[in-house]
């Protein structure tokens, strides 16, 4: 088992365009995705992707069952993705909350789309395909981001909408929207 370092936002690798997996099947990506999985549960995670761990390559990893940092969030099933693409269904993007491991301690409402078909390659080179909605969708939006340098706080509208989840958490108990 191996828990790896998670880059943290203002490492240049966050930024750079990740280059596509050539090699599928191979030892060295299993090994990378099982680092990957070990790291993400370790950190309880809802992804990870590649360059998160220094790895500037077209691959995240995903999955949520009952999660300490999601309580509430749906189910998504644990998923390989390389090289993937996303494409939205709807036009209309809803706000929630995200937090990222390369950006600890923070939230922020982001819009994402609701209704994506986003399809890729599993780690033996299969191709697939799937539609999600909901906080699948936004999870496999925040994580492709990662692929093309893109951190959520980019994507916030209104940063009065951005901060500590320490902070953020003391108004949902005051009652507060
Ligand atoms: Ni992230």
Known sequence: ???????????????????????FDDPELDALIKDMFDTMEALSGAGL????????KRLVIFG???????????EVPATILINPVIQPLRRGTEDDWEGCLSVPGLRGLVPRYTHIRYSG?????QRFE??????????????????????YPRRIR????????????KEEDEGAP
């Open 158 to 169: 209104d940063l009065r909408m951005f901060g500590f989840e320490s902070e953020l958490l």
């Open 64 to 74: 949520v069952t009952k999660n300490a940092r999601y309580p509430d969030a749906e």
């Open 121 to 125: 390659y599993d780690e033996k080179g």
């Open 49 to 56: 992707a590649a360059p998160q761990i220094g790895v500037s």
């Open 1 to 23: 088992m191996a828990v790896l370092e998670v880059l943290k936002m203002g490492h240049p690798l966050l930024l750079q365009v990740a280059q596509p997996i050539e090699r």
């Open 130 to 151: 799937r539609e999600a909605s909901g906080f699948h969708a936004r999870v496999v939006q925040h994580e492709c981001d990662h692929l093309d340098g893109i951190l």
